[in-house]
């Protein structure tokens, strides 16, 4: 009984992961970068391993696809929708709104986020 007990709890152990994967606001990634527009507004990233991005805004996850700039980074998501585009360029951010229901307008939503 008491084996079979053991077996079941090393079995669980193993099933179940020793970290979690840190969160964009993860600060203690090297990965993840905390942004503060000039509004005031609060934007928490974590560049994957696989180049793409996960932002953070209002408490909000967004996964966005590395996209060709340029100069700097830029991330979105390749699609005829509506959806966020982030830009960086050095330690400067922007938060665009690319409209699909304008012919992929982008509007600006936070400028000026300044690495923390």
């Known amino acids: ?11 669980l152990a193993a ?13 203690s990634d090297p990965n993840a970068v ?3 527009c000039a509004d005031g507004t609060k934007i928490a990233t974590l560049l994957g391993t696989d180049g793409n991005l996960k932002l953070t805004l209002k408490g909000e996850n967004f996964n ?4 060709q ?5 830029r991330y979105g998501w390749p699609s005829d929708g509506s959806n ?5 360029k050095g330690d400067e951010g922007t938060l665009f709104w690319k409209d699909g229901t304008k ?8 400028a000026k986020c300044k690495q923390q």
């Open 34 to 36: 905390q942004y503060l």
């Open 84 to 88: 966020y585009v982030w830009w960086t």
């Open 1 to 11: 009984m008491i084996r079979t007990c053991v077996l079941l709890l090393g079995l």
């Open 15 to 27: 099933c179940t992961p020793e970290t979690p994967p840190p969160a964009a606001s993860d600060a």
């Open 69 to 73: 700039s340029a100069s700097g980074n």
């Open 64 to 67: 966005l696809i590395a996209e």
């Open 103 to 110: 012919g992929g307008a982008e509007s600006i939503l936070h």
